[in-house]
Nanobody, 119 residues
């Protein structure tokens, strides 16, 4: 089992920055892939960015060049640095972790943190 707890959301003006954090209840070395997803009102949850244990990253096109996903292994924490925020970035942001075994994978989600971009 893995518990993931997000923090860092809030209200920010367009063009501003926020950093989201996701603390894992176990060593993030043991989590094969971690990522950030978001869900805006009336829309489906979508991938924002992922980071594998090997260090590979992937971003949705709409955030490339603005968001950075990274981790601090010593703190068992995943981060999402969000710059040049736009109103369309408004959503609940969720942390996700996937542990892959030989015959199955386990997926864990955090409770979400609200990000609102508005003037």
């Amino acid at each position: 089992q893995v518990q993931l707890v997000e923090s860092g959301g809030g209200l920010v003006q367009p063009g501003g920055s926020l950093r989201l954090s996701c603390i894992a209840s176990r060593s993030i070395f043991s989590i094969n892939t971690m990522g950030w997803y978001r869900q805006a009102p009336g829309k489906e949850r979508e991938l924002v960015a992922t980071l594998t244990s090997g260090g590979s990253t992937e971003y949705v096109d709409s955030v490339k060049g603005r968001f950075i996903i990274y981790r601090d292994n010593a703190k068992d924490t995943l981060y999402l640095q969000m710059n040049s925020l736009k109103p369309e970035d408004t959503a609940v942001y969720y942390c996700r972790g996937v542990i892959t075994k030989v015959t199955y994978s386990s997926v864990y989600w955090g409770q979400g943190t609200q990000v609102t971009v508005s003037s």
